[in-house]
């Protein structure tokens, strides 16, 4: 089955303890995005991948890495997580090209920091 | 700049009745216009999209959206609607410049009532 699967579903951790959020697709898409949702703010983009070794930061790239070492990978990296990255986070994958499907997105990570 | 703007944070609609879901948007070139929706505690799934061609565009659940370009709108409509179309839609815009980057409006929860 086509899918984006991110992991952990939930996670409560403490202000400055490092985390990762994996996320891992298995369509072969070339561009991987992360998003986080706020309410009343909608989806807003932390970082994006066009390619392996290729990204670039979305809107709200402040307190969070990314790498794409790998096509099927693009972990989210909180070095020192703040309450105010508490949220709920979504990886995503498209196939671009001259025919755009749109994303598939993974089912969300809920993230709170205390 | 790119935004999109959904000016209705909730719509609420009898069950059989017509619904219609507002999007406007605003590109500097060509508009990729899609719908997503999201149930509770799961991640965005496309519904449809427009990249070109005719203006009305059908997608998954009896879900279409009509693409009009002099009011730079893509609203979201459905003949009869259900209970189960309860949710939280959200409207995205990329435009033809290469960058492969997606606008999310903020959402505009439906609640079909029965």
């Known amino acids: 089955e086509a899918q984006v699967t991110q992991n952990p579903r939930y996670l409560i951790t403490v202000t400055g303890k490092k985390l990762t959020v994996t996320c891992s697709q298995n369509m072969n898409h070339e561009y991987m995005s992360w998003y986080r949702q706020d309410p009343g703010l909608g989806l807003r983009q932390i970082y994006y991948s066009m390619n392996v070794e290729v990204t670039d930061k979305g809107d709200v790239p402040e307190g969070y890495k990314v790498s794409r070492k790998e096509k099927r990978n693009f972990p989210l990296i909180l070095e020192s997580p703040s309450p105010n990255q508490t949220s709920l986070y979504f990886c995503?994958?498209?196939?671009?090209?001259?025919?755009?499907?749109?994303?598939?997105f993974g089912s969300g990570t809920r993230l709170t920091v205390v | 700049a790119q935004s999109v703007a959904q000016p209705e944070d909730q719509v609420n609609v009898a069950e059989g009745n017509p619904l219609t879901v507002k999007c406007t948007y605003s590109v500097s070139g060509n508009p990729y216009l899609f719908w997503y929706v999201q149930y509770p505690n799961r991640g965005l799934q496309f519904l449809l999209k427009y990249i070109t061609g005719d203006n009305l565009v059908k997608g998954s659940y009896g879900f279409e959206a009509e693409f009009n370009k002099s009011q730079t709108s893509f609203h979201l409509k459905k003949p009869s609607a259900l209970v189960s179309d309860s949710a939280l839609y959200f409207c995205a815009v990329r435009d033809d410049s290469g960058t492969y980057k997606y606008i999310f409006g903020t959402g505009t929860r439906l609640k079909v009532l029965a």
């Open positions: 995503a994958s498209s196939q671009q090209g001259s025919e755009d499907y749109g994303y598939t």
